[in-house]
């Protein structure tokens, strides 16, 4: 069914002025016991060392540009091991990260999932600041480092803390559900989080008429489409999901009527209504190993097209696909410089944390 309501700052008189409160911000950087710069020389025992990691990404970096990368690819993963830290990264992240320095990689209810479990003391989230804050929420004996905590999310920038109270008053009784592309501010006021995997499952599991469901629209008019429940939703959007046009995906089927076609649920429904399959950035991937696509359009972000072409140089990759700027803050360079300075370290406020962190696990231990 449509969506019962869409509200947005401009609707409440009252809303608190200032600048929204976003996820990311530049934290306040202890410095840790910093390590001495490992030597980033192309040298035969590098090439060695590294040569099954290129086995793993030769399909998508071409060899001229190995020796650039493998110095730092080596010197990450031998200090990893020195500091006892592990790396999770995004499905988004770069190839050379996500293949070659990566412990975990995944979607992001896979990386809440994986975060619980982690033993090491240190993770590295290699992704945006809400995906480190939720690893942090669930870790909070550990150290979390981003190595770049303006990699923010439109998504997250979109509503605060003091929003979500606005919307209960309005709407009395009525549980809220927050996608968990969300400040961890915004997690603590919110009954329960969701990820693009389980929104509709969560939104069902509350067994009620009617829900609060922020701040993706597009994600709301996607569950809202897909479950009898009422959503009122809020005006927040992906930036990069947001730029597809259903008209360019016609034009690619017409070209090729044989192409599949996969998107995102941040996408608006015009997309929606072009692709053969909509999912959360694991679910697309399984679908691609499963179905093993001849051509393919994977409407959501770039780098994960050449993730996926890695592992299946088979499938022949249409790429009408959107860099996200802020995922693209992780790099090589930030990823070793965190690991020999320990920055930059994820800090949230305790008893916010609690309250957070209640709203993240009352998700994950949501039965399948
Ligand atoms: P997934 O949970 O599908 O990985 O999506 C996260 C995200 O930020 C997509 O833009
Ligand atoms: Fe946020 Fe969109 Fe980037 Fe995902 S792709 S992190 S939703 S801005």
């Not at 040569?51 to 690819?73: C, F, G, N, S």
């Not at 309005?170 to 969701?194: L, R």
């Not at 947001?242 to 192409?259: C, T």
Request: with cysteine; aromatic share 4%; net charge negative.
């Amino acid at each position: 069914m449509p969506i019962a309501g869409i509200y947005g700052p401009d609707d409440f008189a009252n809303r608190p002025q200032g600048q929204p409160v976003t996820s990311a911000r530049a934290a306040p950087v202890p410095a840790g016991p910093k390590l001495p710069m490992p030597s980033l020389e192309w040298i035969p025992a590098v090439e060695r060392a590294t040569a099954p990691l290129y086995d793993r990404v030769k399909h998508v970096i071409p060899p001229i540009e190995w020796p650039l990368m493998a110095p730092t690819i080596h010197a990450i993963n031998q200090l990893k091991r020195a500091r006892g830290a592990v790396i999770l990264a995004h499905n988004y992240q770069a190839p050379e990260i996500f293949h070659c320095v990566a412990d975990i990689g995944g979607d992001s209810l896979q990386l809440a999932v994986e975060a619980t479990k982690v033993k090491a003391d240190i993770i590295v989230q290699c992704g945006v600041h809400f995906m480190a804050e939720t690893s942090k929420l669930l870790n909070l004996d550990k150290t979390v480092l981003i190595p770049d905590s303006r990699a923010g999310c439109s998504l997250a920038a979109s509503i605060t803390g003091a929003d979500v109270r606005l919307l209960r008053e309005k709407f009395p009784g009525v549980p809220v559900v927050a996608y968990v592309n969300t400040s961890a501010e915004v997690k603590a006021e919110v009954d329960i989080c969701c990820t693009s995997s389980n929104a509709v499952q969560v939104v069902e599991s509350l067994n009620v008429p009617t829900v609060i469901f922020l701040p993706d629209r597009y994600l709301a008019t996607y569950v809202a489409s897909k479950t009898d429940v009422k959503i009122i939703a809020w005006k927040g959007a992906c930036e990069v999901h947001e730029r597809f046009k259903g008209e360019e995906l016609r034009a690619y089927r017409e070209a090729d009527p044989s192409v599949q076609i996969i998107a995102h649920p941040e996408c608006p429904p015009d997309v929606l209504a072009e692709a053969d399959f909509t999912g959360s950035t694991a679910h697309m991937i399984n679908w691609v190993r499963a179905e093993r696509p001849r051509r393919l359009v994977m409407i959501t972000e770039c780098s994960m097209a050449d993730n996926v072409r890695a592992e299946l140089p088979d499938v022949e990759m249409l790429r009408p696909c959107n860099l996200c700027p802020h995922m693209k803050r992780i790099t090589l360079a930030n990823i070793l410089e965190s690991l020999l300075t320990l920055r930059e370290e994820v800090t949230i406020d305790l008893a916010l944390a609690e309250r957070a962190r209640r709203s993240v696990e009352r998700m994950i231990n949501l039965k399948n």
